[in-house]
Each structure stands twice: as C-alpha cells, then as structure tokens.
C-alpha cells in the first residue's frame, strides 16, 4: 500500500469497479474527490446505494425502475399502439435520447444466445407474447443490435409478432451519416446498396 | 428525463462529480453497475461514504489519514532523517510509488498563492518549522511542483531549512528520461544544459 490512508487505498480499489477506470484514474479519483469534492461525494455514495437497493425492473417492460412499473409505461401521454423492443437499457435510453420516439419499450436484458444460457424465456418473450395479446399494439419495432445474436433475436421476434398478427418492423441498416463510403465495411456498403431508395 | 427511473437519473448526475466523467461517460458507468457489477457497486457506496466521513488529515504530516497518525508517519522503520516536502497528497503518493524514497513526507496541502488566500499558515510552516526544530530531520527534499507558485514556495521552504540549520535540497529538473531533445520546451532545456553534469 502507497498511500498514508488503508481507507484511501480501500477506495481506490474499489473505483475500478467502474468501466474504463484503471488504477492511475482510480486514484486520481479518489484524490480528487477527498481533496476537492467531499459533498459531491457523499452524494455520490448515499445515490448509488439507493440505486443498487432500489432500482430494479419493470413488471410490464423490463426496463429499469425503482417502481414496479417504470415512469414510460405509466405515462399516459405516450403512444399505446406502438412498442420498440430493444436488447438493453442503455439502448432504450440511446432511442429515447436520439429519436422523437413516444411510444413504449420491451427490454429483454439480453439477446438469443443458447451458449450463454438465454433462450426464449430469459428474454421474457412470454410476458412481450402476453403484450402482444392484449390487442393494443399496432407496431412492434425490433431494435437489437445488428450482430448474429441479434439478427437472430430479430428473427425470432418477427415470428413472435406474426403469430400475435402485429405488424413488425426493424431499424434501417445502411451507411451511417457523416461517414465515408470509402470507409465504410463491405457488409454494410452491399446492405445500403440492396436496400437504396428511390429519391423523391 | 430520458430513462423510466428517476432514481438512475440521480446516480447518473451524481457520477459527474468524478474528474473526466461527462454526460455520456456517466450514463455508461450508471448501466454497467446496474446491470452487471451490483455488489462492485455496493461496495464502491460504502467504501466511498466511510472514506469522506473518516479520512482526514494527519496531525503530523497533514497527508490524507483515517488516524490521528498515518501510516506514514506511525511507521518507525522509515528514516526518520529524511523529510520530502510535497504541495498535495497525490504527489506524495507519485513519489512513493516511482521512487524507493523510504523516508517521512510534509504535505503543504497547496502552494504558496497570496491571492488564492493561501499563505504560509494555510501551508502548515510553522507546523513544519516545529518539526524541522525537533532536530532529528537531517535532510529536507523540496519536492513542489516547477511552476512559478511552486518555486516561490521552494524558496520559502529553503529560508526555513536555513533558519533551522537544516539541509535542503530540490528535484532535479532536466530533460525527462524518453524525451526528445527536439521537443523539449526551451526553459527546460536551457536548465538542463546549465545543470549539466559530468560523465563518470
């Protein structure tokens, strides 16, 4: 231990916790907030405890809330009959942040990958079969990450929504904007140019 | 508000507190405790509040300490004849780390800034000139930082050791091991080639 404080030394180590912090920001961290932010701090301790105790998921989406149904699917404002169903909650909030979307999510805190031990149940695809059921959606758009799980995941999805007669679509692929045609994989390229549209 | 928690809300505004951590840093660090490393999480809260609540300084060398002593201090098998004098506890600890420096430190806990409000009491000398008086410190090592408040504290410093019959000696400063002369800034360089030294 190189520091006068085992409490200080207890700290940093257990900042890497966090991703992309190695052992040099770690202790820049820790230095910095006993030297500078005390009350940033304990504010900082007292809201992730809270969260670790109280943040889990919603009963009807999934996604992340202290309350048994998260603050989208008790907002009444937003759109019913539409529902977009995303691997991750840091990919519902990056729609949310991104798009004008204002309809509901399904999360399913994973995609298809039997190697990993999550099949169709992990995903909650019983309880997104029940939502479908109710009658109320009109769309289901399939947002999981253009990877094999995914496609897979998209696959199955697009099944799911058939049997339950909802129409089903998914996020355009193609080059993405700002970037450069000749930087751009081929995958991706032979995708935009199958799937061009018309101008105007 | 763009998640369905207000509660993560919350702990993504309380991560910014930590130095380099933006918006969208925040809101990485937010998910990835919550849906992967929740006992990493925990700890981090715990060991965070118990750490602002109990690490202060040490009565002896002010460096960061859960004691009235640290361990710095409290340890007799370092040389009680040597003393490094460093503006803040994070350079105490780059000293430790990078060099085999077994002997005690004094932290100034700043540098000498009369419009900072910072003056040779803020800097803890006459604590420092006490412990200079008890006679033991045969060297002083004045390790604050080459700016010019850090040089004016150098100076400082080394009327003190003077005025306590004490010897004091400073970094060196040069061109730093990996560098290249052609990038070296002009001050540095100049000091370097004054200082020169001779080989063998």
Do not use: W
């Not at 809201?47 to 149904?69: D, I, P, T, Y």
């Amino acid at each position: 231990m190189s520091t006068g404080s085992p409490l200080l030394a207890d700290l940093i180590e257990a900042l890497r916790c966090l991703p992309g912090v190695g052992a040099k920001t770690a202790q820049r961290m820790a230095f910095h907030m006993l030297e500078r932010d005390r009350p940033g701090a304990r504010r900082l301790a007292e809201r992730l405890a809270v969260a670790v105790e109280k943040v889990g998921n919603c009963r009807r989406c999934r996604g992340f809330s202290e309350q048994e149904v998260c603050s989208f699917c008790a907002n009444a404002s937003r759109d019913k009959h539409l529902l977009c169903v995303v691997e991750t909650p840091v990919d519902q909030l990056a729609i949310e942040q991104a798009t004008g979307y204002r309809g509901h999510y399904f999360v399913l805190l994973g995609r298809l990958s039997p190697l990993d031990g999550l099949g169709p149940k992990e995903l909650g695809l019983d309880l997104l079969a029940a939502r479908l059921a109710e009658g109320e959606i009109e769309e289901m758009i399939v947002a999981t990450n253009p990877t094999v799980e995914g496609e897979a995941t998209a696959h199955m999805l697009s099944q799911l929504a058939r049997a339950a007669d909802v129409r089903a679509s998914r996020l355009a692929h193609g080059v993405p904007l700002g970037g450069e045609l000749e930087f751009i994989d081929r995958g991706t390229l032979a995708h935009a140019f199958g799937g061009r549209q018309s101008l105007l």
